[in-house]
């Protein structure tokens, strides 16, 4: 059962009791322009909730087992679709800035009942970063950045761009793409067809699929000053003053050990775990060796 409540400064959300077989609830949260933005929301509506934001170019559904992992643990768990990403909406005057994706989250966190433990990946770990950094009061109770953080590697940032824009044509079937993937992932296990696939892939009018999120995302990255984007995250780190923690994948060629070594510096209370057989996309690449640094760690912050 659902029913839609209003929210001061016409934003609306959706309110639904988690379903007994377990099952994620699909909420629809509004932002301040009224975007809608998705995300699944699993465990005990009244425990202490986590907030999960993946990476650019995936989905709300790229958390593997850590979803449930959280929701078993009695945590309440909130995987959101960034804009422009998934089921939300397309920005309309394609506006991608991490400032624009801070918003969103504080928007999204003033409609969830209590603090919540921020868990960002690559794209949406920055976006936490900022968000916990430039807060004038605390907006959350703990930050968990996977495999990010200020001082990127460039040459491992271009890697992954080069391979968002590969294929700007999209792919004749699933299969195709699946194949893509594991030129790219080529430590990872081949899956034996496309369809797992197909929660980040969309069937397009011109009868090709695409990858389900907004070009124009990456037309705006080219834009960005990567000096002036990592001075910002720097003095946002500084300010960060909640229990933190990073998780690095250990084959990860967009964190260096120099960059985990610059942000403790920032963030002196940071925690850190190396996970040796991870690479970037750390939850799709060791989920079990992912969840257990980060249950552990959510254990003692709730």
Same mark, same amino acid.
């Given at each position: 059962m659902a029913c839609r409540i209003s929210i001061p400064g016409g934003r609306s959300r959706l309110i639904s009791n988690v379903p007994p077989s377990g099952f994620p609830v699909v909420t629809v949260f509004r932002n301040r322009s009224g975007m809608s933005l998705a995300a699944d929301d699993l465990g005990d !509506?009244? @425990?202490?909730? =986590?907030?999960?934001?993946h990476g650019g170019g995936q989905t709300r559904h790229s958390w593997g087992t850590a979803v449930s992992a959280l929701a078993s643990r009695g945590f309440r768990a909130v995987t959101l679709d960034l804009r422009g990403h998934g089921d939300s909406d397309w920005s309309p005057d394609g506006a991608y800035g991490l400032e624009q994706l801070r918003d969103d989250l504080v928007d999204v966190m003033a409609q969830i009942e209590g603090q919540p433990a921020l868990v960002g990946a690559s794209l949406g770990g920055l976006t936490a970063l900022l968000t916990v950094g430039t807060a004038r009061v605390p907006v959350a109770r703990a930050l968990v950045l996977v495999d990010v953080v200020p001082q990127i590697e460039m040459e491992g940032a271009m890697e992954i761009r080069a391979f968002m824009t590969?294929? !700007?044509?999209?792919?004749?079937?699933?299969?195709?793409?699946?194949?893509? =993937?594991?030129?790219?992932?080529? +430590?990872? !296990?081949? !899956?034996?067809?496309? @369809?797992?696939?197909?929660?980040?892939?969309?069937?397009?009018?011109? @009868?090709?699929? +695409?990858? +389900?999120w907004d070009p124009a995302l990456m037309r705006g990255a080219q834009t960005i &000053?990567?000096?002036?984007?990592? *001075? =910002?995250?720097?003095?946002? *780190?500084?300010?960060?003053?909640?229990?933190?923690?990073?998780?690095?994948? @250990?084959?990860?060629?967009?964190v260096s050990l120099d960059g985990v070594r610059a942000?403790?510096?920032?963030?002196?209370?940071?925690?850190?775990?190396?996970? &040796?057989? *991870?690479? +970037?996309?750390?939850?799709?690449? *060791?989920n079990d060796a992912f969840n257990a640094p980060l249950l552990a760690f959510l254990d003692r912050t709730r």
């Open positions: !509506p009244r @425990g202490a909730p =986590v907030l999960l934001l590969a294929n !700007p044509q999209g792919f004749a079937s699933p299969d195709q793409a699946a194949e893509a =993937v594991a030129a790219y992932l080529p +430590h990872r !296990p081949r !899956p034996r067809d496309g @369809g797992g696939l197909m929660k980040n892939l969309r069937l397009r009018q011109d @009868g090709r699929y +695409h990858w +389900h &000053d990567a000096l002036e984007r990592r *001075a =910002v995250l720097e003095e946002a *780190a500084r300010n960060v003053a909640v229990a933190t923690l990073l998780i690095r994948g @250990g084959r990860s060629r967009v942000l403790q510096l920032l963030i002196p209370q940071c925690e850190f775990i190396n996970i &040796d057989e *991870a690479d +970037h996309m750390v939850a799709g690449d *060791a």
